[in-house]
């Protein structure tokens, strides 16, 4: 029965099935992860509403424009200021635990925790809690448990794919992002009126048991032999005795070989992944543009309950249209960016249409439903196709830079670097806007606006002028 068995080719069919299956649970993984987020965006009119318009108080005839909000939401209706840099500055360092701790247990054990502390921050309502230190420690403690869930996925999905379709696929995959967000409002709509509790405690439901899923199912890259996995691409590498290594020497060789499983290389220090080229320069762009992406992600609802005075169920469903437009612009980011192998160009020629897109939709997006959907989804595509990019292909490419010599065990340090400095970005825009709004959503915009022209000329603009050498040099060694 065994004659005809060819380990090499087993492992190689092996490795397709499990690659598909880790794109699709870590797809599902970040999407729980942002879903969870999403509904503090969606309540956030409902615990600080304009009472005034809703009359006097009913029971002592007061005028008092907070006498319907959630205490102790009365004055104070976010808490992603107090959030935002504690989930930043744990994602700095949050890749460097994922480096050396099994990718699997660090992944579904951020998620269990985080649905605990989004479910707990729901249960306030029901427990009828009014004691703002209650829900900061529930966001706090969140927060710290989310920064688990960007550098494992980014991770196990690099490790498994190389770099010739990466940007397209990367950018599919990335939708997960938008998906959840999408999804988040759904659920959140659902009871924003009636239990705003629930809105938390679903969401909170979901991510915990996808992160029991992800313990029991999650392969990551190692299993099988390293010619499968992190060695060359099995598609260039195959032959009628499966896949080789560059040296000629096949697959089951190389399993028997105790040499070079003692020849582990060490996971990459904070400071050495900082000296990647590259790095530093994306870290800041991104600083910039998820802090454009996560304004739209907190206060687009009460934007649009503002400006054109719709209700919290519909502004939060109107809103899902930012992530529809983000879905595409992950895509075609990444489709655009393998197709002319610059990264870093096409990050740059988004954030600048990003700028005048921005500025219509402020002046001319509420004029009716429909100028409003399309404005919608035009914005999303250009303010987060550069940011999936970056937080995906990018990451994956400088975290597997040549720089690097074939040390895997820089991916989740790089990716953790890049996406928490943007988490800086993430957590300035929210209170930025919560400062500025007062003043008027001009002045908001216009605070987008110059973060989108920032992220430009800090990043790409300068990155694409030391890559045009590499990118030749690529092409005509292709050629």
């Known amino acids: ?90 994602c700095l360092h949050s890749g460097i635990f994922g480096e050396r701790l099994p990718l699997r247990y660090y992944l579904s054990g951020g998620m269990v925790l985080s649905g605990l502390f989004t479910a707990l921050f729901g249960l306030g309502y029901f427990w009828n809690i009014h004691v703002l230190w209650y829900f900061i420690i529930m966001q706090v403690c969140n927060g710290l448990v989310q920064t688990t869930g960007w550098p494992s996925v980014v991770a196990c999905v690099g490790n498994w794919f190389g770099k010739g379709k990466r940007g397209l696929i990367m950018g599919i995959w990335n939708s997960h992002t938008s998906v959840g967000n999408i999804l988040g409002s759904l659920i959140a709509g659902v009871w924003v009126s009636s239990a705003w509790g629930l809105s938390f405690i679903v969401p909170g439901i ?107 169920k519909k502004a939060g469903d109107l809103s899902t249209l930012f992530d529809v437009g983000g879905i595409l612009g992950g895509i075609f980011a990444g489709l655009i960016s393998d197709y002319t192998g610059g990264r870093a160009t096409t990050c740059c020629v988004m954030l600048i249409l990003a700028a005048p897109v921005l500025f219509l939709y402020n002046h001319v997006g509420q004029n009716g439903i429909g100028t409003s959907i399309a404005m919608l989804i035009v914005c999303g595509a250009l303010v987060n196709g550069p940011y999936a990019l970056i937080t995906t292909a990018v990451s994956a490419d400088l975290g597997t830079h040549e720089s690097l010599k074939g040390n895997a065990k ?24 919560g400062l500025i709004s007062p003043t008027g ?37 292709s050629l």
């Open 206 to 312: 979901i991510i915990a048991a996808m992160g029991i899923i992800c313990f029991f199912f999650l392969v990551e890259c190692e299993w099988c032999d390293p010619g499968c996995s992190r060695g060359p691409d099995p598609e260039a590498v195959t032959s009628n005795e499966g896949p080789l290594s560059t040296s000629g020497q096949s697959s089951t060789d190389r399993l028997d070989s105790p040499k070079e499983a003692a020849e582990e290389p060490e996971a990459i220090s904070f400071l050495g992944a900082l000296r990647i080229p590259g790095v530093v320069e994306f870290s800041l762009c991104l600083l910039f543009a998820k802090l454009v992406s996560y304004t739209f992600l907190y206060w687009l609802p009460l934007y649009i309950v503002n400006v054109a005075h719709f209700g919290a």
């Open 1 to 90: 029965i065994l004659s005809g068995f060819n380990p090499a080719q087993w492992c190689l069919s092996s490795f397709y099935l499990y690659r598909g299956l880790t794109l699709v649970l870590t797809f599902l993984c970040y999407t729980s992860y942002h879903l969870s987020r999403k509904p503090i965006s969606i309540v956030k009119s409902q615990l600080h509403p304009n009472c005034s318009a809703l009359g006097p108080n009913p029971h002592n005839d007061s005028n008092s424009s907070t006498w319907c909000s959630w205490a102790p939401f009365a004055r104070c209706d976010d808490t992603s200021p107090v959030t935002g840099p504690i989930h930043a500055l744990t």
């Open 441 to 477: 959503w001009n002045n908001v915009f216009y605070m987008l606006i110059a973060a989108d022209v920032l992220a430009c000329l800090v990043g790409p603009s300068s990155v694409g002028i030391t890559l045009l050498p590499w990118v030749f040099k690529s092409r005509s060694s």
């Open 410 to 433: 820089a991916l989740s340090t790089v990716t953790a670097i890049i996406d928490g400095t943007g988490s800086i970005g993430a957590a300035l825009g929210p209170l930025l806007a």
